[in-house]
């Protein structure tokens, strides 16, 4: 029995000719395309056809870049949001602290010494819901002592005070509006310095002020902010327009 040489090798020159010649004209191909540039037109229309090859293997690693970023770009968003309304938040107190005190300047001038305010540190909430007893004006924030809030501080938004926190869970908190019936807060009016307390009706939309005289310089339009002499609300903030 005889061994049959491979097809390859039956016919023609030898394996060791056939590799001699071959590696010339790969060197050859080398020499004349960094020389003349020669190959440039055959490497394009490689690259042409197998581009959109490349393309549609590209597809689910774009497809996932893609999708980081644009989740990466909602996260920024909510935060600078979140920021800015902190910031809107802090800015109004200041504006109302201000207009409070231009009010006080115009009418006390004599006095010796103003009420010294404090900056206000606050924290930004949501309400979640209402209260469930519909006998009572009561929301939920969203933040509760893991927020640092505590029973009896003031809550507020960009168009003055809104109520008191009357009891602090871990994660939420109560908060009793101006509104409610039992809440009461001491005003006065920016225009003339004029000392009251104001009284909630129970319902949306209106405080009381008891006890003033008839004749009580109050006119259309003053606005009413808070005195400061309870201790609790700090002065200055907006409450309610006559």
């Known amino acids: 029995m005889y061994n049959v040489p491979p097809p390859l090798f039956k016919q023609g020159a030898p394996a060791r000719v056939k590799v001699f010649i071959f590696t010339m004209v790969a060197l050859a191909l080398l020499v004349a395309d960094s020389r003349l540039h020669s190959l440039t037109p055959v490497r394009l229309a490689i690259n042409?056809?197998?581009?959109?090859?490349?393309?549609?293997?590209?597809?689910?690693?774009?497809?996932?870049?893609?999708?980081?970023?644009?989740?990466?770009?909602?996260?920024?968003?909510?935060?600078?949001?979140?920021?800015?309304?902190?910031?809107?938040?802090?800015?109004?107190?200041?504006?109302?602290?201000?207009?409070?005190?231009?009010g006080e300047n115009a009418h006390l001038r004599q006095m010796l010494?103003?009420?010294?305010?404090?900056?206000?540190?606050?924290?930004?909430?949501?309400?979640?819901?209402?209260?469930?007893?519909p006998f009572t004006r009561k929301v939920i924030l969203n933040?509760?002592?893991?927020?640092?809030?505590?029973?009896?501080?003031?809550?507020?938004?960009?168009?003055?005070?809104?109520?008191?926190?009357?009891?602090?869970?871990?994660?939420?908190?109560?908060?009793?509006l101006l509104t409610d019936q039992e809440q009461a807060i001491p005003v006065q009016v920016l225009r003339n310095g004029l000392r009251s307390v104001a009284y909630g009706r129970g319902h949306a939309g209106s405080l009381e002020l008891r006890f003033v005289p008839n004749s009580a310089d109050i006119k259309e339009g003053d606005v009413l902010a808070t005195s400061g002499i309870d201790g609790i609300f700090p002065a200055g903030l907006s409450v309610a327009r006559r």
């Not at 640092?148 to 003031?154: E, F, K, M, R």
């Open 143 to 176: 933040l509760g002592s893991q927020a640092g809030l505590v029973p009896g501080q003031p809550v507020i938004d960009d168009m003055g005070v809104v109520g008191q926190i009357t009891r602090v869970f871990l994660f939420t908190s109560e908060v009793t």
């Open 48 to 102: 042409f056809v197998l581009y959109p090859l490349q393309r549609v293997a590209l597809l689910p690693r774009d497809a996932l870049y893609s999708a980081g970023d644009y989740f990466s770009s909602i996260s920024s968003q909510e935060e600078e949001i979140r920021t800015l309304r902190q910031q809107h938040i802090e800015e109004t107190l200041k504006l109302q602290q201000a207009q409070q005190l231009a």
């Open 113 to 133: 010494a103003l009420q010294q305010r404090t900056p206000v540190k606050s924290a930004l909430g949501e309400i979640l819901y209402d209260a469930r007893d």
